[in-house]
């Protein structure tokens, strides 16, 4: 490259944030999308891209701490994330617990630890050991102490009192810059493998993390796009990777008359339930966030470049608390990944065997809908995985100019010009 950058350069300016969801196998989605990022984005600003401030839910927990251990190597560390999710195999990592459908039928009928609490279907000790093997947690806070990064979050759900506590490291062991709230619970900690594990614990699928006498699951139940986090800790602008893909519009005409739907199977609504509580909730932040951007932009066109330090003032609120411009970049799938899963688990070269892979060509062979959400919880399969990388890299280059014009802007942005 032409130029170098360095986090650690005089002048500070303005911070990015990386906000990364969760859905299971859709994470390799992200690590295209990062690929292109840190690849071509960076080779037309002639600079490695900065990225300060890492807010992830589940399995997006998982690629922002493995960003964050190798913030020294701008482009090295998607490479990495890329040679782990490309290595992925079914059989390791979803292995049926002896007793995972008796404690889930036990638990629905009230006779044993809530299903939440006790009952899923696969162990975690595979996942446990991908994760302390392929992320060196003590290089987080030396990238954070070496001002390599600024901010590193990730979301849980603390399943009794059902509020997502987001873990939170900063440099020099900052407490959050904000309080709790009736549903987000902010605590200081050290990134370690068991907070990742507490995000990464989908409900049914694998047991919940204990933490300090507290029980926590996947932290996409309240929070799978953590947008709050990475604002309320200063970032000027947002990249944000969101895993659901949304369908056009169809014409009225195109709709399936009354009458001939197919009836949807449980294992059906058991992958739309999910999406609904892990999925479905990022475009209302979206909303409210573009709100607040068309609100203060016309206040300041009406009363002057004051006008929300002016508001903020009024309103008796710190510059973190908000009322503040974020400029976003909001890159999700163009195809449908459930539609994708269903495609790969039917193809002949699908060959895994047992009674998992029996079920798994099951939902993809009748799921009514044709988009086997259920196989995109479970098809962590490194094959599948690079067909993800690739369409989120050919998706991120949809998005060339804006992700370059949102990099040049904050690097020309003084810090304390944010919070004005």
């Known amino acids: 490259m032409s130029k170098s950058h360095s986090n650690t350069e005089s002048k500070p300016r303005a911070k990015m944030g990386l906000v990364l969801g969760g859905g299971a196998a859709r994470g390799a989605y992200e690590v295209g999308v990062l ?20 807010s992830g839910t589940s399995v997006g927990a998982i690629n922002c701490c493995t960003l964050a251990a190798f913030a020294e190597e701008p482009r090295a560390r998607v490479a990495r994330l890329k040679a782990v999710w490309t290595g992925l195999r079914i059989e390791k990592l979803l292995r049926p617990r002896t007793r995972g459908v008796t404690d889930l039928l036990r638990g629905l009928l009230g006779r044993g630890p809530s ?29 954070l102490r070496e001002g390599r990064l600024s901010a590193v979050t990730v979301s849980s759900t603390h399943i009794a009192s059902g509020r997502t506590t987001v873990f939170v490291q900063r440099r020099r062991a900052q407490p959050p810059p904000w309080n709790a709230t009736a549903n987000i619970l902010p605590r ?5 493998p068991v907070h990742v594990l507490a995000s990464a614990a989908v ?31 200063g970032a000027a602008g947002l990249i944000v990777i969101n ?12 709709h399936t008359p009354r009458g001939q739907e197919q009836q949807p199977s449980p294992l059906t609504l058991l992958g739309k339930t999910l999406n609904a509580l892990m999925l479905d909730r990022i475009d209302n932040d979206l909303d409210r966030l573009e709100k607040v951007n068309d609100l203060l932009d016309a ?18 609120r710190e510059p973190q608390a908000g009322l503040r411009r974020i400029d976003v970049v909001h890159i ?78 904050l690097r020309s942005m003084p810090e304390d010009a944010v919070l004005a």
């Open 115 to 143: 299903v939440f609490e006790g009952g899923a279907l696969f162990e975690a000790t595979y996942l446990e050991h991908l994760i302390r093997s392929s992320i060196p947690f003590e290089r987080i806070d030396t990238n």
């Open 188 to 192: 200081a900690v050290r990134l370690r």
């Open 332 to 409: 999700r799938p163009s195809q449908n990944i459930g539609n994708l899963c269903a495609d790969y688990v039917r193809a002949p070269s699908f060959a895994l065997g047992g009674v998992l892979g029996r079920v798994m060509k099951r939902l993809a062979d009748t799921d009514a809908t044709r988009e086997a959400d259920l196989l995109s919880y479970l098809l962590l399969d490194g094959d599948f995985a690079a067909q993800l990388v690739d369409l989120g890299h050919a998706d991120a280059k949809l998005y060339h100019d804006e992700l370059c014009g949102l990099f040049e802007r």
């Open 203 to 233: 409900p049914l699928l694998f047991p919940p993390v204990q933490i300090e006498g507290r029980y926590y699951c996947d932290g996409g139940l309240r929070q799978n796009v953590p947008l709050s986090p990475a604002r309320r800790l």
């Open 35 to 54: 690929e292109y990022i840190v690849e071509e984005v960076a080779q037309t600003l002639g600079y490695d891209v900065p990225l300060d401030i890492l």
């Open 299 to 316: 206040g300041c066109r009406r009363y002057g470049d004051d006008f929300t330090a002016g508001l903020r003032e009024e309103m008796h």
């Open 243 to 254: 895993p659901r893909y949304v369908a056009p519009p169809l014409p009225a005409a195109s």
